[in-house]
Structures are given as structure tokens and as C-alpha cells.
């Protein structure tokens, strides 16, 4: 005997368009009891200068370099680079199997404040705009390269992200390649935007904003909802309302808007567990290989790895590894979650 199929209940799959891909949900699975792997909260209380810190202001970096005695945003290549702005003469060897080549770039750290202390939740919108500026001028000017064919600015935030430093910053891969998950989105935009003439994240977002289940804030040129297909327990996404392709067509007040709409979507994430709460975060954009996207959809993914607590995390292990990703909480619930939480954080109330 069947029952009635219920989203709330029972375990379904949902479709990603943007990679052409599913995910498995299975709700039913967040009643089970918690005896795995708990992380170890950080909440010390950080000073806005620390010394031994590479990236404040005026202290010197492994390699011996000496930060200026910067206000705001300070931006450097990292010493550490994963890519190398180097020319080197290289013969392909055509492979079936063993296909390599050189792959070249620029990597650069984007410090947010002179203030140790802050995470973006915590700073003024004031001074998240001047992020966004640096972000719209790092862009322009790393994509004027010709062997640059993609700008890739993300942040990763807290330590079970793998962020070696608390000091606010970010960073900025720029390559001559398209990397692999941008090239999958990018064909799922031109394949509906071939097909239609339109965005395909316009029309998703008018969508959203029509059922009203997944949208966690909103303001006059920005969305922040939880997608339909999504991945980790709290991931979410900004959208811009009008078609931009890139952050070079944003304009001023659009600039004040996203730096307001990333405030307190992250101030939500912190006060979810009343911790700073740790996630990958990144913009997709169209690339700066010199072609016309029309196909682009300037949005903003937030990747957070907390599920129950500030103590357990979401693991993407064997099944997620080998056949699918899959999450318990839907992302209607987790997307009531976030909706219902304030904008003010929480060690700024009484």
C-alpha cells in the first residue's frame, strides 16, 4: 500500500540546473541520534592587533615583507600562490590517458580591515562596500590581462574551513583557464539562454519569489534564498534582481546594497549558533576571456558546513563521494531557519 508522497517526509531527488546534476534529500534521516565526529567551537576573543599575525598592519610576512601600515583593504599577491605568473615553453603529448598542461595565474590575499578582530558580519556596511569596490577594481584589472581568462574571488572563514588565519580576508584566484565547475555552469546557462533568450537565473528567480518558501532576505537589487538543489544543511545564495553579468556593471548603489545583504546574511549564519560561523563563500561571473556572455547571472554562493549545532558538522563521505550529494534537512526548513533569525548580532544585544 502506498502513501501519499510528502517533501517533509520522504527521501526524494531534487535537480540542479546550473551543474546538471541531482542531489539526494532525505529528511526522515535528521531524526537519527548524533554519536560522530563534533567540532571543537573557537570563540576566543581576538585582539584587533596581534603581532605575530602576517596580515595585520605594518608586520612582516614569512617571506620578509613588511605590510604597509594599511586602513581598510590591503590587497597582495600571495606569497603562497597556487599559481605562478611565469611563461613556460611546453609541447602538448597527446594522451588518452595522461593529458597535462601548464596552467598559469595570479593569486592575491584581500585583507578586509586593519582590525583583526572583525568578520564581515561584524564590520559597517560602509566598509563591506569598500570590499565590493576592491573586488569590482581586482576584477577589471586581472581580467585586463590577456593570458587571464577567469577571476575567481572567494573567502573561506574559520579553521573547519581550512582557514589558516582569523584575520578577515579573502582571495582571488585568477587563471588562464575556465575551471571545471565554472565551465559546467556556464554550459547550463548558455543551454537555456540558447534555448529561451533568457536568464536562466532570472526566471528561477522570478520562481522563488513567487512560492516564498526558500528566500531568507531581500532588498531592492538582491535575493538571498537557500536554492531548491541545495547541497550543504545552511547553503545559500545571492542572486542580483537585474540581469548583471559581472560586478563591473554594478552600480553604486547596487555596490551599497550587495555589501548590505552580505552583512546580514552572514550576521544571520553567526547568530544561528551564536558563533562565528565558518563557510566557503564565492562569486560566479562571467569569465574575462574577451568573448560576450549574455548567458551570465552575477550570483554568490555561501557553502557553511555546520548542521546541528556549532559542534556538528555536515561530512560529504561515501555515498556523497561515490554516488551523490545528499543532505537530511530540507532546504525549506533550513531556509525558515535563517528567515526567522535577526539581523542584529547576537554580541551586539543586551
Known amino acids: 500500500m502506498s502513501s501519499a508522497f510528502d517533501s517533509k517526509q520522504h527521501p526524494h531527488r531534487r535537480y540542479n540546473p546550473l551543474l546538471d546534476e541531482w542531489i539526494l534529500v532525505s529528511p526522515q534521516r535528521a531524526k537519527r541520534p548524533w554519536q560522530g565526529q563534533t567540532e571543537k567551537p573557537i570563540e ?3 585582539p584587533r592587533y596581534d603581532p605575530e599575525c602576517y596580515l595585520c598592519s605594518g608586520n612582516v610576512r614569512v617571506n620578509g615583507q613588511r605590510n604597509p601600515d594599511y586602513k581598510g583593504v590591503y590587497v597582495f599577491d600571495n606569497d603562497f600562490g597556487s599559481l605562478l605568473n611565469e611563461k613556460v615553453e611546453f609541447s602538448e603529448d597527446h594522451s588518452d590517458f595522461f593529458s597535462l598542461r601548464p596552467e598559469r595565474g595570479i593569486n592575491r590575499v584581500i585583507c578586509f580591515s586593519e582590525n583583526h578582530s572583525l568578520t564581515l558580519p561584524e564590520m559597517e556596511v560602509k566598509d563591506i562596500k ?5 573586488w569590482q577594481q581586482q576584477y577589471e584589472e586581472l581580467g585586463a590581462e590577456d593570458f587571464i581568462n577567469h577571476v575567481q574571488i572567494f573567502e573561506n572563514k574559520g579553521q573547519v574551513m581550512g582557514c589558516s588565519n582569523p584575520h578577515p580576508h579573502g582571495q582571488i584566484w585568477a587563471q588562464s ?9 556556464q554550459e547550463n546557462l548558455r543551454f537555456y539562454f540558447d534555448k529561451t533568450g533568457r536568464s536562466l537565473l532570472e526566471d528561477y528567480l522570478k520562481k522563488e519569489l513567487e512560492a516564498g518558501k526558500r528566500i531568507i532576505l531581500e532588498n531592492e537589487s538582491f535575493v538571498a534564498l537557500v536554492p531548491f538543489w541545495a547541497v550543504w544543511p545552511y547553503e545559500t545564495m545571492i542572486i542580483s534582481k ?3 553579468n559581472n560586478i563591473l556593471q554594478f552600480s553604486e548603489d547596487e555596490k551599497i546594497l550587495f ?3 552580505i552583512k546580514d546574511l552572514t550576521t544571520k549564519y553567526d547568530n544561528l549558533f551564536e558563533t562565528s560561523f565558518p563557510y566557503s563563500a564565492g562569486i560566479h561571473q562571467s569569465p574575462t576571456d574577451g568573448l560576450e556572455h549574455p548567458e551570465w547571472h552575477f550570483h554568490m554562493h555561501f557553502y557553511p558546513p555546520l548542521l546541528r549545532s556549532a559542534e556538528v558538522k555536515k561530512f560529504m563521505v561515501g555515498y556523497e563521494m561515490l554516488a551523490e ?20 548580532h ?3 544585544r543586551d
Not at 130 to 134: E, M, Q, S
Not at 177 to 185: D, E, G, H, L, N
Not at 325 to 344: C, G, H, W
Request: proline fraction near 4%; charge should be positive.
Open 259 to 261: 555589501a548590505e545583504i
Open 346 to 348: 547576537y554580541k551586539l
Open 130 to 134: 569598500k570590499v565590493v569596490d576592491t
Open 44 to 46: 576566543e576573543k581576538l
Open 325 to 344: 550529494a545528499q543532505r537530511d534537512v530540507t532546504p525549506e526548513q533550513s531556509a525558515e531557519i535563517l528567515k526567522n533569525l535577526s539581523t542584529i
Open 242 to 244: 537585474r540581469k548583471i
Open 177 to 185: 583557464s575556465i575551471p571545471s565547475a565554472v565551465v559546467r555552469t
